[in-house]
Nanobody, 125 residues
Framework: QVQLVESGGGLVQAGGSLRLSCAVS????????MGWFRQAPGKEREFLAA????????SYADSVKGRFTISRDNAKNTVYLQMNSLKPEDTAVYYC??????????????????WGQGTQVSVSS
């Protein structure tokens, strides 16, 4: 059974930092690209960052470029999202996802076929 479990969310003040983790089990983690998304109340789920299977390439949404960093540890079957300079508008539920069907970095939600349950990030002003 494939499982993606996010952790590391919480409440932080504007300007602060958080590191999200996504522990993956039930698949050969090192074979697949991974992505991070978020969904704020009343808004659509949006792409944040993606990383190739090897970790050699990454892609970011303009809204988080320079503030967020995606990384992975294939030995630990875990993907991370380091979030710095957080803003109140970053408040959302954050999800990790695995792309088991395509090669390369993808931004579209439909490209990812396995999702975690999400972790809440709240940024106070």
């Amino acid at each position: 059974q494939v499982q993606l479990v996010e952790s590391g969310g919480g409440l932080v003040q504007a300007g602060g930092s958080l590191r999200l983790s996504c522990a993956v089990s039930g698949l050969t983690f090192s074979n697949y690209a991974m992505g991070w998304f978020r969904q704020a109340p009343g808004k659509e789920r949006e792409f944040l960052a993606a990383i190739t299977a090897s970790g050699g390439s990454t892609s970011y949404a303009d809204s988080v470029k320079g503030r967020f960093t995606i990384s992975r540890d294939n030995a630990k079957n875990t993907v991370y999202l380091q979030m710095n300079s957080l803003k109140p508008e970053d408040t959302a539920v954050y999800y990790c996802a695995a792309d088991r069907r395509t090669i390369g970095l993808k931004k579209a939600i439909y490209e990812y076929d396995v999702w975690g349950q999400g972790t809440q990030v709240s940024v106070s002003s």
